[in-house]
């Protein structure tokens, strides 16, 4: 099965991921992101951060999830090799997710070619069927 799909978009970045489960497509959908600034594929999972995000429905979730890639890009020049473990769930009141990115820190060996800014919810999709896919925009 293909991860992701990055898709033509006028002024931003726009991207489909897909998996069997929504863990999956959510996971794929990360790599998506970093594949907009970096070659994901040659980073190696030497460094682990820990996430958990909560949202009032699947779209904020996965817009926050998203959200802390680029949050330690800038912060830690973590760059993002691997999502591991995770797992959303229900809340009272919305949904949680947990997740273990790994991957290294920015060094001369990688090569940055994009800037995501940041998630948007415009012309966000989660659709079921036969799996998962999202659809996420981002600024640039």
Same mark, same amino acid.
């Given at each position: 099965? $293909? ?11 726009k ?5 069997k489960t929504?863990? $999956?497509?959510f996971?794929?959908?990360a790599?998506a992101l970093?594949?907009?600034?970096w070659?994901w594929?040659?980073v190696e999972p030497k ?9 009032i ?5 996965l ?6 890639v680029?949050?330690?890009?800038e912060?830690r ?14 809340l009272?009141g ?6 273990v990115?790994?991957?290294e ?5 990688h090569e ?7 998630v948007?919810?415009?012309d966000m999709k989660? $659709?079921?069927c ?5 659809q996420v925009?981002?600024d640039?």
């Open positions: 099965m $293909e991860r992701y799909r990055i898709l033509p978009h006028t002024a931003d970045g991207f489909q991921a897909f998996g929504l863990e $999956e497509a996971g794929n959908a790599l970093a594949s907009l600034m070659d594929v040659a460094i682990k951060h820990s996430v958990q995000v909560t949202g429905d699947r779209e904020q979730l817009v926050k999830f998203l959200g802390e680029i949050y330690l890009f912060t020049q973590f760059l993002l090799g691997r999502v591991d473990g995770l797992r959303v769930r229900p009272p919305g949904v949680g997710l947990e997740a990115f790994a991957g820190n920015l060094s001369p060996r940055l070619f994009g800037e995501v800014k940041a948007t919810s415009n989660i $659709e079921e036969d799996g998962f896919t999202v925009v981002v640039m």
